[in-house]
């Protein structure tokens, strides 16, 4: 039982470190990079792809003993357009500055390798409940990722946070990180630092098994 609870645990787990879809996996960089120039932006866009990586999972991995194999590519991508669809009218329903604000990035949900990839690779050779905690792990890991990025290019490129001011009239604001090349300086930031505590992890549990052994 325990054995059985841990391998559950993983499978939502691996999606925000060990196989982070950004900063591990390095996929769905055009919208972790194009929209977010604001934290608003990229946690708008996390969640966007959470729910399509989540009820696209779901589907594919219900209706995966009926879906025929030759036919499993464009009937993925037909699960994935709908609630992407589904999505964007919901966006726009809710805010359409925001909606503008990520123009074309929402419908481009659907070509995102990471979830046709998780839709190929897991939810249709897995049981429902797995391809459950994997479309959220993976979908948490990716929204925490761009907001992480978000939060980075937000702060030093407009002085705010969340559209709310953080600094005196008369901070300098980095205006490069506002533009298209600081979501690669957010970006090398932040891969430098995960890369970091990952090779501190794994040199702390080498440690640890050479003591056992």
Do not use: H
């Not at 060990?18 to 708008?44: H, Y």
């Not at 090398?188 to 501190?200: D, K, P, S």
């Amino acid at each position: 039982m325990l054995g059985k609870e841990v391998s559950t645990t993983d499978e939502f787990v691996k999606g925000l470190w060990r196989e982070n879809p950004v900063f591990v996996q390095v996929l769905g960089m055009c919208p972790a990079l194009a929209v977010s120039n604001t934290a608003i932006n990229a946690l708008t866009m996390g969640l966007a792809t959470t729910f399509v990586l989540l009820m696209s999972g779901i589907c594919v991995s219900a209706l995966r003993n009926f879906i025929p194999r030759e036919a499993r590519i464009v009937s993925f991508i037909c699960i994935i357009a709908s609630f992407v669809t589904a999505v964007d009218y919901i966006i726009q329903a809710i805010s359409l500055e925001l909606s503008r604000s990520l123009g074309a990035f929402i419908a481009l949900i659907v070509v995102n390798c990471l979830i046709l990839g998780r839709a190929e690779a897991f939810a249709s050779k897995n049981k429902l409940s797995r391809a459950v905690l994997d479309g959220l792990g993976m979908g948490v890991g990716f929204t925490v990722a761009l907001l992480s990025i978000g939060i980075v290019r937000e702060i030093l490129g407009s002085g705010s946070l969340f559209g709310l001011s953080l600094f005196p009239a008369g901070f300098q604001t980095w205006t490069v990180m506002v533009l298209p090349s600081g979501g690669f300086f957010a970006m090398a930031i932040w891969l430098l630092l995960f890369n970091r505590l990952r090779e501190r992890q794994a040199a702390a549990e080498k440690e640890t098994q050479e003591a056992i052994s």
